[in-house]
């Protein structure tokens, strides 16, 4: 899609809705950061593929359920189309629930300053208020801030949003922390992002401890203090390992 083209209503390039079950629930008022590529569909689409917007109506069931839950444009997006029209994104009876967006940066830093950007907004219009940002770029963030739900596999999809929903619903601040509490024991359960979850007061490091002994001394032997390795240096390493493709390590 041309992201140029001059679509009134955004909502238009939709797939047809799926009905989600409707279960009310009570959260604490809470703002929903929301990135569009890699989270509303994915980063990277087939050639000459226009559709958009796929997972647009599971936010909007998250809506329907949580009416404390509001959302925050944080996406570069922003940068080629006007908020009226991005609120558009959503059906009518949606809009009023996207009550505003981030500030921009120049847009060869956007993509490493976006947890920069929500911490200025809720400063600025929410300060002291639960917020969490749902975004697909570790990057953008540092973990210190511990207020990133990461949408690991390129889409915010029923994983992510049975998660959300937990949270949403219990009295934490940080999601880092809920998601480590809720590790499974299995080493094969993990995930890379509950790996970096284990030890979020690390700012992004991975914690060492939870990473199995034989890929340390496969990958690290020869490297740098794996204590000091950073969740880049691990992150195909332990992508392979949780799919199964090392496991005789």
Known sequence: MNLHEEVPDLSVLRPSPRAFPYNPSYCRETIVFLDFDGVLHPEERRSGESRVFDEADRIEALLDDYPEVSIVFATSWQMLCGFARLQTVFRADYRERVIGGTDQLHPESYSTGRGLLAQRWMARHAPGRRWISLDDDLRAFEYRDQNLL???????????????????????????HFIASRLADDPSDWTVRDVVAAAPESGGWVNISRVPRGLLERYASDGPDRNDWALEQWRDVLQRWCNGRDRNV
Do not use: V
């Open 150 to 176: 990461w949408c690991s596999e390129g889409i915010y999809g029923e994983q992510t949003d049975r998660l959300l929903r937990a949270w949403l619903e219990t009295n934490s601040t940080d999601i880092q």
